[in-house]
């Protein structure tokens, strides 16, 4: 064995120890415990929850309470890292013993923590069982959430973590960074994140969703405007009765519905793929700077007829169809 290498391994071998040394000292200072609450309420309370890094989930439960199961965890360095006040095992005790739940008849507010040596190293996640009725707030900074089963309103956040929603009412939903899925939404879905998908499946309402970077899925079974776009993903929305704006920077579109309003349509980048009813009357208006167009729909044109662009009435006029795509193909079908 080279003296070089004999070299390198003494220098190696402290840092490997004190790295050792450190990793058993933070688990040494690992705590975790729990705590639970039944609160008496209204049959549609207001609930505000907030769990910094942990998860919250929501589910229905009795028409009359509120069932709160929480775990509390906390952590943090020791020796000469230890950055001093209570212990992770005292602040677990801490929180245990006066957990972050208040009442004011049918308000109700957990997981609000104002002491700096409670809240330091404390990750709390919740499960929460409610009236089905309730009106629900929920944020996270980076833990995800599950809501089910809710029909009053409903507002998730996170800073960077996964949002799913099933069996509720109405939703607005936001990400800094993560997907949005909802399932049965029974009013108004409006939903937007900075890096992540939306999947937003049997709406009965009115759409709202904007991504930044991500693809939209959106099937609407009521009726009401729908507005999606995304900066850099594709956007498959199907269902629509009434207006429609939709718009994507780089990705295809596929739309399908029926024109009980304007439909404005763009995409920078992608091809335009639209399915309507084969009775469908609207006035056209399409142009592509660099694809072909491809109409199954009789059409009654307007001034001159070029490779990129078309203008006209089709089955006697209607809805404006709007359509603009800078690279790629249009094509506008009769449904089956």
């Keep these: 064995m080279s003296r070089r290498f004999l070299s390198a391994a003494r220098s190696i071998a402290p840092a490997l120890l004190i790295l050792t040394l450190l990793s058993a000292a933070a688990q040494a200072q690992t ?22 890094a942990g998860r919250i989930d929501i ?25 001093g006040g209570l ?4 602040r677990v005790r801490q929180v245990e013993a006066s957990p972050p739940v208040e009442q004011s008849g049918d308000t109700v507010r957990i997981g609000y923590v104002a002491d700096d040596d409670r809240r330091h190293g404390v990750t709390i996640s919740y499960v929460l069982t409610v009236p089905p009725a309730s009106n629900i707030v929920a944020r996270t900074g980076s833990g995800s959430q599950q809501v089910e089963g809710v029909s009053g309103r409903v507002e998730t956040h996170s800073g960077s973590g996964s ?3 099933r069996a509720v009412g109405a939703v607005r939903a936001s990400a800094g960074s993560g997907s949005i899925t909802a399932d049965r939404v029974e009013g108004a879905f409006h ?5 992540g998908s939306i999947r937003a499946l049997d709406v009965a309402g009115p759409v709202t969703a904007k991504t930044s970077s991500g693809g939209i899925e959106v099937v609407q079974t009521g009726s009401g405007a729908v507005d999606v776009s995304s900066s850099s993903g594709s956007i498959s929305v199907r269902g629509v009765r009434g207006s429609l704006q939709a718009s994507t920077s780089s990705g295809g579109l596929t739309l399908q519905g029926e024109l009980a309003g304007d439909w404005r349509v763009s995409a920078s980048s992608g091809s335009v793929r639209i399915a309507l009813p084969p009775a469908q009357g609207f006035e056209l208006d399409v142009h592509t700077g660099s694809g072909s167009i491809d109409v199954d729909f009789p059409v009654t044109v307007q001034g001159t007829v070029g490779r990129r662009s078309l203008k006209g009435s089709a089955q006697g006029g209607g809805p404006l169809l709007h359509v ?13």
């Design 31 to 52: 705590a975790a415990g729990a705590f639970q609450r039944t609160l008496t309420v209204g049959a549609s309370p207001a609930i505000e929850i907030s769990a910094g």
């Design 59 to 83: 589910r229905p439960g009795a028409p009359d309470r509120v069932e709160i199961s929480a775990e509390v965890r906390a952590g943090e360095w020791t020796g000469w890292f230890r950055r």
């Design 87 to 90: 212990s992770a095992q005292e």
């Design 163 to 165: 949002l799913t929603l």
């Design 191 to 195: 939903a937007s994140t900075g890096s």
């Design 324 to 336: 603009r795509t800078s690279s790629g193909g249009i094509a506008i079908q009769k449904r089956t």
